[in-house]
């Protein structure tokens, strides 16, 4: 099945920094999406791209659909301590439904006082 | 609140236990979900129901068994499980058709399952 390299695993940073976030696939894909998951909650719908360069901004967050459609970026700027958590980027393949998303294996951002 | 809401927040069973996992979703969508969350691995899809009809079962245990008795509710019944079925389970819902291009997941709190 396609398989979705999410990367970095983890991320320490100090607050106040920009975060920047990737993930990569060896299949094409129609749809990308952005989730976090606070500690002890389920994953969140951040941002949604449907279109290849395509860039989406949800406050200090922005997500853009590689051209080649094979990867996408999650940025966030100037971080405050609420940024902790995982986030999870999925693909979906062109006539996939949510059946068929594709999950990373997630980025742990960890912000240290 | 996403308006899925699942009960209990945490569980710890035995081998030979039986228990089970709720989820309601409030919401008026029409399609729920299984998902496991374990650590260092991407969300695994374990089973998803369509207007109450199970549509897809990926390859899960029969020690699973789900259950969906109308649109809002959804139960993962356990029993006989093993250790390495400790995990995160998460109930989620979209609008329509799982298979609709575009549907967005509404995810649960999650149940988090520690089996002895």
């Known amino acids: 099945g396609q398989q979705l390299n999410q990367s970095p695993q983890s991320m320490f940073i100090q607050e106040g920094e920009d975060v920047s976030m990737n993930c990569t696939s060896s299949s094409i894909f129609n749809t990308w999406l952005w989730y976090k998951q606070d500690p002890g909650e389920g994953p969140v719908l951040l941002i949604a791209l449907y279109k290849a360069g395509e860039l989406t901004s949800n406050g200090r967050l922005t997500a853009q659909f590689g051209i080649t459609r094979k990867d996408s970026f999650l940025n966030i700027s100037a971080s405050i301590p609420s940024d902790v958590g995982i986030y999870f980027c999925a693909g979906q393949y062109e006539g996939g439904g949510a059946d068929g998303l594709t999950f990373g294996k997630g980025t742990h951002l960890i912000i240290q006082p | 609140e996403t308006g899925v809401t699942q009960t209990p927040r945490h569980l710890v069973m035995g081998m030979t236990n039986k228990k089970s996992l709720k989820c309601e979703q409030h919401?008026?969508?029409?399609?729920m979900y299984w998902y496991k969350q374990s650590a260092k691995k991407p969300l695994e899809l374990m089973f998803v129901y369509s207007l109450e009809e199970r549509v897809e079962n990926n390859s899960v245990p029969s020690r699973f068994s789900p259950e969906c008795p109308n649109s809002s509710h959804l139960f993962l019944h356990l029993h006989t499980l093993q250790p390495e079925d400790s995990a995160l389970y998460l109930c989620?819902?979209?609008?329509?058709?799982?298979?609709?291009?575009?549907?967005?997941?509404?995810f649960g709190s999650g149940t988090q399952l520690s089996v002895l």
């Open positions: 919401l008026g969508h029409n399609a």
């Open positions: 989620a819902s979209s609008q329509d058709s799982p298979h609709s291009p575009n549907e967005k997941l509404f």
